[in-house]
């Protein structure tokens, strides 16, 4: 069986246009939007959240807002997804997490980045 006759039987959806595709998403992958509060900047909030995504292999982003909180968005496996906020209940060291609002929303397409795995970045503007 060829790879990508393997993917579709899987429910992965690749991204046609590159050499070597990767699957984007599959039937099991969600996307979330999360928003932080509590004591969540200037306490390494944004890089803690992509370290966790990364060595999870979640794609998305992390920004701080004007109000204090931090907003994440995190697409990936279901159970990869849960062990994000999971980990942002915590937070690191410093934080003082109050409450993490968690939306599940539509799933996007997910370019590679490197080596293959989807990028989880930092916006720092709105």
Known sequence: ????DMRASRGARTDESEEGAVPV???????????V???????????FTVMTAGKLGLGGWVRNCYDGSVEVEAQGERGK??????????GP??????RVDV?????????PARHGFPSF?????R
């Not at 069986?1 to 990508?4: E, G, Q, S, T």
């Not at 060291?93 to 109050?98: I, N, S, T």
């Not at 939306?103 to 370019?111: A, R």
């Open 1 to 4: 069986m060829k790879r990508d």
């Open 25 to 35: 998403s599959s039937s099991d992958d969600i996307r979330v939007h999360a928003v």
């Open 37 to 47: 509060a509590g004591l969540v900047q200037g306490v390494g909030f944004r890089y």
């Open 81 to 90: 997804v849960a062990r994000l906020i999971s980990a942002l209940k915590q």
């Open 93 to 98: 060291r410093y934080a003082d997490v109050e």
């Open 103 to 111: 939306t599940e929303i539509p799933l996007q397409e997910l370019k």
């Open 121 to 125: 970045g930092v916006f720092y503007e």
